[in-house]
């Protein structure tokens, strides 16, 4: 199994920042790409931004400009630097990986959510 611990939720007002991180452990052979998503209340679980493990980025159009995602293959890590936080990207965030571990094939993984809260 993979398992993918996110840090760094919290509360801030508009127009502040946040730094979400997110390690992933396990018998991995193989990370392809590192994902976040969000889901706010009453709302569907949507892509915020991906990263492949060869560093090409794509980001929703309601996060481009203020949002970065970086990842550090050697240590299995993803992280998603939030500026300009607006009270619209409250929601709990999810890190996503799709990997292969030493004695399975392909699979999705989830994190279990940190909470992110933007005051107005």
């Known amino acids: 199994q993979v398992q993918l611990v996110e840090s760094g939720g919290g509360l801030v007002q508009a127009g502040g920042s946040l730094r979400l991180s997110c390690a992933a452990s396990?018998?991995?052979?193989?990370?392809?790409?590192m994902s976040w998503y969000r889901q706010a209340p009453g709302k569907q679980r949507e892509l915020v931004a991906t990263i492949t493990s060869g560093g090409s980025t794509n980001y929703a159009d309601s996060v481009k400009g203020r949002f970065t995602i970086s990842r550090d293959n050697a240590k299995n890590t993803v992280s998603l630097q939030m500026n300009s936080l607006k009270p619209e990207d409250t929601a709990v965030y999810y890190c996503?990986?799709?990997?292969?571990?030493?004695?399975?094939?392909?699979?999705?993984?989830w994190g279990q959510g940190t909470q992110v809260t933007v005051s107005s």
């Open positions: 396990g018998s991995i052979l193989s990370i392809n790409r």
């Open positions: 996503y990986a799709y990997a292969i571990l030493t004695y399975d094939s392909w699979n999705n993984y």
